[in-house]
Structures are given as structure tokens and as C-alpha cells.
């Protein structure tokens, strides 16, 4: 594709409920990135994807966020029993093969606004 | 907790003054990448420095890094309304992830 695409770029949940988001990487890209920005903050790592597998999952901040990537494409970041606090804009990028080590370009997306009432 | 941290944490200048933004990390980095986001967008990538470079161009823009003091800074020459936006430096941690600092909100008035 032309770019980054994220879907939805809006979600409203309740406090409890189950959400799915849903990253496009650009096309032939391996590397993909998400990341959680809160009001007047920077990107906050969540976790890193090599293809499939994820190649840096660190970021995570407990075990409600789980993320896929099964065809080495598209990704979603499953958030389970969602809390107020995960309210924020989750941002997916990708980059071509090498990752953070050689300081590849990220291309991201415009973000999926998440409110957690 | 963050890796980077830039300062000033707000700037407003008039147009075609100089915006200077700095960042500082803790850890030793391979590289180190700027990026600017406008309200309610995604970021975009402006400009890479690698560990052993310490000064980069391209365009209006100016990257130095100075690897000794763990910081690095970006100059935005004859700044332009269109300038307006949040400024970010990401740096890799440990070459598996990036880290962002909390950002420079920038404001170019006309």
C-alpha cells in the first residue's frame, strides 16, 4: 500500500471489555513497530515484530496487551479487560528489513484513538 | 523510563528565526533519529545520525551529536509557519527497540 493504515481510527469502549487494533504495514516492509502516546507525551515502546515472531516484546506493560503478526503483514494488538489507563493513541510503524540497530526509517500510521470510558 | 529527553519542552519563535531543540540519553546508542508529528497525525521521519557521525544535514535542517555528553541537537534555519509541530528524538535501546523523549512543542508564528 501507499502507506501505514490502522483501523479503527477511533474506538470507544468500556471499562472491562475486549479491543482489537489493526495495523497495514507499507508492503514488503518486515519490521513493525506499535507504540502507545499518551496526551502531551512521546511514543512509548510496546513491541517489536521480525516478521512473525516478535523480536522485542519488552514493552508490554503486563499481560492484558498481546499483539500478532501470523503472516508476517498485518498485525493486531488484542487488549484485554481494558482499564481507563489504557486510554491513548497506539501507533503502529513499519520499516523495510533491518530494524533499530541500523537506524532504519519508520514509516507510521496516523494512530488508533483509544477511550476507555 | 524514557531514554530521551528534550528540552525546551515548548519554543515559540516568529517566522524566519532559528529553532534549536536538544535531547539527551543515558545509554550508549547506535544511532539516533529525530522525528516531527503534527497535531493529531502520525510522526514522520526528518533526519538519522549514527553513533560515529556528529553533524548531519539536509534541507533547513541540522543534526549534531555529541556522543561524550549523551546528547544530541536539532536546528531548524529561516523556521516557516508550516514548522509548527512536535519535535521528537528516538534513539535505540540496546538495538531492539526505539525510545522517544516527551518531545519540543514547536510554534512558528507568522
Known amino acids: 500500500g501507499a502507506g501505514v493504515s490502522q483501523t479503527p481510527s477511533n474506538k470507544v469502549t468500556e471499562k472491562g471489555k475486549y479491543v482489537e487494533l489493526r495495523c497495514d504495514p507499507i508492503s514488503g516492509h518486515t519490521a513493525l513497530y506499535w507504540y502507545r502516546q499518551s496526551l502531551g507525551q512521546g511514543p512509548e515502546f510496546l513491541i517489536y515484530f521480525q516478521g512473525t515472531g516478535a523480536a522485542d516484546d519488552s514493552g508490554l506493560p503486563n499481560d492484558r496487551f498481546f499483539a500478532v503478526r501470523p503472516e508476517g503483514s498485518v498485525s493486531t494488538l488484542k487488549i484485554q479487560r481494558t482499564e481507563r489507563g489504557d486510554s491513548a493513541v497506539y501507533l503502529c510503524?513499519?520499516?523495510?528489513?533491518?530494524?533499530?540497530?541500523?537506524?532504519?526509517?519508520?514509516?507510521f500510521g496516523p494512530g488508533t484513538r483509544l477511550l476507555v470510558l | 523510563s524514557q531514554q530521551g529527553e528534550e528540552d525546551p519542552q515548548a519554543l515559540s519563535i516568529q517566522e524566519g528565526e532559528n529553532a534549536t531543540m536538544n535531547c539527551s540519553y543515558k545509554?550508549?546508542?547506535?544511532?539516533l533519529q529525530w522525528y516531527r508529528q503534527n497535531s493529531g497525525r502520525g510522526l514522520v521521519h526528518l533526519i538519522l545520525i549514527r553513533s560515529n557521525e556528529r553533524e548531519k544535514h539536509s534541507g533547513r535542517l541540522r543534526v549534531t551529536l555529541d556522543t561524550s555528553k549523551k546528547s544530541s541537537s536539532l536546528l531548524i534555519t529561516a523556521s516557516r509557519a508550516a514548522d509548527t509541530a512536535s519535535y521528537f528524538c528516538?534513539?535505540?535501546?540496546?538495538?531492539?527497540?526505539?525510545?522517544f523523549g516527551p518531545g519540543t512543542r514547536l510554534s512558528v508564528l507568522p
Open positions: 510503524a513499519s520499516s523495510l528489513m533491518s530494524g533499530p540497530r541500523n537506524g532504519e526509517t519508520q514509516y
Open positions: 528516538a534513539t535505540d535501546h540496546g538495538g531492539q527497540n526505539f525510545v
Open positions: 545509554t550508549s546508542i547506535n544511532n
